[in-house]
């Protein structure tokens, strides 16, 4: 017959008990003293901590100034004032006449003869600048072309058209005052007589602008141009 073996402890289970076999066994120490002596060994008896002032920095003193000799003071020497300069004798004008000095009278110098300065006539004063002529009037001629005279054409003789007669007539026609021809008479002939007379009669009908002078209407004399030309 075989005896069954006793169950294996766990592991948890074998902590356990040994933590609480420590626990006993700290407070059985610390009951009986030993405790205590482990500690005073493992600990020394005084801590001695010693403190170590750092080494103060060593000044080095300035060195002392340079003493100053004196200087020597340069005395200069003064020199005598000047002695006063001697008196320099003064001629003092006597006023007695020496004996042997010789007398005379002064006679007056006569006047010096006035100076003659001889002085340049002023040149004449330039003449007056005649006057200027005054301007001539304007005049301003009789005139036949004035659109409203309304002034016919000269007819062209048909007997002078059929021989051919042709030229230039200038009329010299007297212009009154209110724009008629007073006068009138050939100052150049075409050469023909049919072509002279119908230039008189035909400037004697026309109207005119009348001349004027300084803007005045006036009565003159005017030449009229007619000229004849077949076409």
């Known amino acids: 017959m075989v005896l069954p073996r006793p169950a294996a402890l766990s592991r948890n289970t074998t902590i356990v008990i040994a933590v609480l076999a420590l626990h006993a066994a700290a407070l059985w120490a610390l009951q009986s003293g030993l405790l205590r002596r482990v500690v005073e060994v493992v600990v020394p008896a005084e801590v001695l901590v010693e403190f170590i002032e ?22 200069t020497p003064t020199k005598p004032a000047p002695l006063p300069p001697a008196p320099v004798p003064v001629a003092i004008a006597d006023p007695t006449p020496a004996p042997n000095a010789p007398t005379g009278t002064t006679l007056p110098q006569p006047p010096a003869p006035p100076v003659s300065v001889a002085v340049a006539p002023a040149p ?34 048909p007997l002078s ?43 004697r009908r026309w109207r005119y602008v009348p001349g004027k002078r300084a803007g005045v209407p006036e009565a003159m004399w005017f030449n009229v141009p007619i000229n004849f030309v077949l076409e």
């Open 54 to 75: 750092p080494a103060k920095p060593i000044v080095t003193p300035p060195p002392p100034a340079p003493k100053l000799k004196p200087q020597p003071v340069q005395t």
């Open 124 to 157: 004449p004063a330039p003449a007056p600048a005649p006057a200027a002529p005054p301007a001539p009037p304007r005049i301003e001629l009789p005139s036949s072309n004035a659109d409203y005279l309304n002034n016919p054409r000269p007819a062209y003789p």
């Open 161 to 203: 058209k059929r021989l051919g007669e042709q030229g230039k007539v200038v009329v010299r026609v007297f212009i009154d005052t209110n724009g008629s021809a007073a006068k009138a008479e050939i100052a150049q002939s075409s050469g023909f007589d049919r072509l002279d007379q119908t230039a008189l009669d035909t400037v």
